[in-house]
Structures are given as structure tokens and as C-alpha cells.
């Protein structure tokens, strides 16, 4: 079965308590490669809701690296799954702090 390149990240996000696992998605993003698929803002505004419910809320801010390799601009939800990765008030301004880094060398 061909996947739909349109629509293949539909079927992956009902199965999202797979991907909690952290083996299983370092082995995500090559195999979109092999499949010639395209990850879009919704798959990765789901990895870093994912990295920051696992608690790695840097893996999930460095989920914005990923996206600039891709091609993919992050949208208004991306932000908000990016706010799930700060715990308290001095993370947050961190965060802030870093994404106007972010936009100031791009």
C-alpha cells in the first residue's frame, strides 16, 4: 500500500502513544525520508506536545531547528506547543527570550 502524501500524518497521529518512545521516533524522521514523505507544522507541532510531555522540554524547543531543515515555518499552535515546554515563569521568558534570538539572525 502507497502511503497518501497528502494525508499520511493522519494516520500516524492516533498512534501518538508509540511515539513516546524515544527510540521509536529518532526512527520516524528517516523513514519519512525513505518513503519520500514530507513532515508538515502539524507533525511537528505534535513532536514537540510529544518531547514536552516526555519531559525534554529542550528537545522540544530544538524541534524548531528541525523544522528550518525541513522547510516547514511554524505557525500559531507551534508556539503554544512550544509554551508546554516551559514549567515555571523563568522558562517561559526564557524561551521568549530565545525565539526573539531566533528571528533576529534569520
Same mark, same amino acid.
Given at each position: 500500500?502507497?502511503?497518501?502524501?497528502?494525508?499520511?500524518?493522519?494516520?500516524?497521529?492516533?498512534?501518538?502513544?508509540?511515539?513516546?518512545?524515544?527510540?521509536?521516533?529518532?526512527? +520516524? @524522521?528517516?523513514? @519519512?525520508?525513505? +518513503?519520500?514523505?514530507?513532515?508538515?507544522?502539524?507533525?511537528?507541532?505534535? @513532536?514537540?506536545? &510529544?518531547?514536552?510531555?516526555?519531559?525534554?522540554?529542550?528537545?522540544?524547543?530544538? &524541534?524548531?531547528?528541525?523544522?528550518?531543515?525541513?522547510?516547514?515555518?511554524?505557525?500559531?499552535?507551534?508556539?503554544?506547543?512550544?509554551?508546554?515546554?516551559? &514549567?515555571?515563569?523563568?522558562?517561559?521568558?526564557?524561551?521568549?527570550?530565545? @525565539?526573539?534570538?531566533?528571528?533576529?539572525?534569520?
Amino acid at each position: 500500500m502507497d502511503p497518501d502524501k497528502k494525508h499520511w500524518q493522519y494516520t500516524w497521529q492516533p498512534f501518538n502513544g508509540w511515539i513516546l518512545f524515544r527510540e521509536a521516533e529518532e526512527e +520516524l @524522521l528517516p523513514y @519519512l525520508k525513505k +518513503l519520500e514523505l514530507e513532515p508538515d507544522t502539524a507533525f511537528f507541532n505534535q @513532536l514537540i506536545k &510529544t518531547r514536552a510531555l516526555r519531559h525534554e522540554p529542550e528537545r522540544g524547543i530544538a &524541534t524548531l531547528d528541525l523544522m528550518k531543515e525541513w522547510g516547514v515555518a511554524p505557525d500559531i499552535l507551534t508556539f503554544g506547543c512550544l509554551a508546554l515546554c516551559c &514549567t515555571n515563569l523563568k522558562e517561559a521568558a526564557r524561551l521568549i527570550s530565545d @525565539l526573539k534570538a531566533r528571528v533576529a539572525t534569520n
